[in-house]
């Protein structure tokens, strides 16, 4: 049975909204996340591609390869969504100084 991580499923939630995606070779693209594959397979529409040499180009429609992603940056709304409240609530607030939902101390070292 396999699990589908935290970052699947965020790039799951992204679905539909504008993200940037930075790729190995340093080029960057913008656009709307149509849909994607659990290996971060992806198709953009609208995008808008900024070279490395800094060159921007305008496409309909592009698919990157997920093993060629350096970096994802999704909307910040997506900090609300209830994918973060489920990990919450499960104890995956690692990293943070704050309690978590169920009052418990954060993980981690100190």
Do not use: W, Y
């Amino acid at each position: 049975m396999s699990t589908v991580t935290v970052p699947v499923s965020l790039f799951h939630e992204a679905e539909g909204f504008v993200i940037t995606i930075e790729c190995r070779n340093g080029d960057l693209f913008r656009g709307t996340l149509m849909n994607h594959e659990d290996n971060f397979n992806c198709r953009l529409v609208d995008v808008t591609q900024t070279t490395a040499s800094g060159e921007v180009h305008q496409m309909a429609h592009m698919f990157l390869r997920g093993s060629q992603i350096r970096f994802i940056s999704v909307p910040p709304m997506l900090q609300n969504s209830p994918l973060f409240k489920r990990a919450g609530a499960k104890g995956l607030h690692r990293g943070t100084d704050q309690e978590g939902d169920d009052g418990s101390k954060p993980h981690g070292r100190r």
